[in-house]
């Protein structure tokens, strides 16, 4: 391990989402049921530090998480294989942080919750829904239409990570930004979901309305994480 370098792991490792993260981690594994030494052929070259192996199948899986610190789950895993992948995670690697970008972000972060629970390794400050992406819109859609600089511009978004679950609370922009309800709803259309924690004092009336229209959509995406979780295996 160097200093606050990683060693982490990303299935499957055809996402590109490796290409991007690769040189913040001292060791980079990528694991997919089909060949990835292609693509950690090409990792290979970046100019970095990084050290990135291949792992390929279910046989060589509890290699891949041996000694792992950061697990990333990327988008396009069926909720069967990230359940394999967790249960791994589990066996082999129980403390690591586990990033879930798969969707729906509002069901397969509960999965995961579920998979851990049910080890007794569940902790829930390492395990991540990455919604990153609401917060990216929100912000970029705040800053053209008030014509501030994206890069200052901060827009707190929470609930989940599908259609309405995502509330962008732009009554809390930073800097702060005076917007009509008519461009809160227009704003608003663009949201995909974020689960955070947040101090939700001072929302508009609009927001508290759309927090509330939020709530049985976010509860029966969880209820629905943790059946799948429960279901017995075929």
């Not at 089909?34 to 291949?54: G, I, M, Y």
């Not at 909720?79 to 798969?102: Q, W």
């Not at 759309?210 to 049985?216: G, I, S």
């Amino acid at each position: 391990m160097h200093e606050n370098w990683f060693h982490g792991k990303i299935p499957p490792g055809c996402a590109n989402f490796g290409s991007t993260i690769t040189h913040l981690v001292s060791t980079l594994h990528l694991y997919n049921i089909a060949n990835v030494k292609r693509v950690v052929a090409d990792l290979s070259l970046c100019n970095t530090h990084s050290q990135v192996l291949a792992f390929t199948g279910p046989s060589e899986l509890a290699d891949c998480l041996k000694d792992v610190n950061v697990m990333v789950i990327p988008a396009g895993v069926p909720r069967k294989h990230m359940k394999t992948f967790v249960e791994a995670v589990a066996d082999n690697c129980p403390n690591a942080f586990i990033h879930i970008i798969s969707n729906t972000v509002n069901s397969t972060v509960p999965i995961a919750a579920q998979v851990l629970t049910k080890k007794g390794v569940y902790d829930p400050k390492k395990l991540f829904g990455v919604t990153t992406l609401d917060v990216v819109r929100a912000n970029t859609f705040v800053s053209q239409k008030k014509k501030l600089k994206h890069i200052i511009v901060d827009v707190p978004v929470i609930g989940g990570h599908a259609g309405i679950t995502i509330l962008p609370i732009f009554s809390k922009t930073k800097p702060s930004a005076s917007l009509t309800d008519e461009e809160f709803q227009e704003l608003t259309a663009i949201r995909e979901e974020a689960v955070i924690e947040s101090e939700l004092q001072g929302l508009t009336k609009y927001e508290h309305k759309a927090l509330e229209a939020l709530k049985p959509e976010v509860k029966a995406s969880i209820d629905k994480g943790i059946a799948f979780a429960n279901k017995p295996a075929n």
